[in-house]
């Protein structure tokens, strides 16, 4: 497993950006795919973003989101962005990140399962106001 510290979150008002990001430890989170996970008060946990080991092509986001989030990792630095635009205030809610060995993917469904990922991290608190 691998540790993660998401950062990044805050009050803000409908229409800005924030950026989340995620730091891991390990030397080997590279070899991770990662997700971004939501959950609202009185709300499931959703999935939000997700990106394979390599950027590029491989990712892959929630129908709520898609074309104002950015799902980026940065292996280099052990870290995983989530670029959020035009908030709305149904963005609000505890932000998590996960990781999962990519060998337990058998297909590209399994990135939207928060049932997946065996790491997770402690979460940050995205508060969009109207």
């Known amino acids: 497993q691998v540790q993660l510290v998401e950062s990044g979150g805050g009050l803000v008002q409908a229409g800005v950006s924030l950026r989340l990001s995620c730091a891991a430890s390990?030397?080997?989170?590279?070899?991770?795919?990662m997700g971004w996970f939501r959950q609202a008060p009185g709300k499931e946990r959703e999935f939000v973003a997700a990106?394979?080991?390599?950027?590029?092509?491989?990712?892959y986001y929630a129908d709520s989101v898609k074309g104002r989030f950015t799902i980026s990792r940065d292996n280099a630095k052990n870290t995983v962005y989530l670029q959020m635009n035009s908030l709305k205030p149904e963005d609000t809610a505890v932000y998590y990140c996960?990781?999962?060995?990519?060998?337990?993917?058998?297909?590209?469904?399994?990135?939207?399962?928060?049932?997946?990922?065996?790491?997770w991290g402690q979460g940050t608190q995205v508060t969009v106001s109207s």
């Open positions: 390990g030397r080997t989170f590279s070899s991770y795919a």
């Open positions: 996960a990781a999962v060995d990519p060998t337990y993917l058998r297909r590209s469904d399994d990135y939207y399962s928060s049932r997946m990922y065996d790491s």
């Open positions: 990106i394979s080991r390599w950027s590029g092509p491989n990712s």
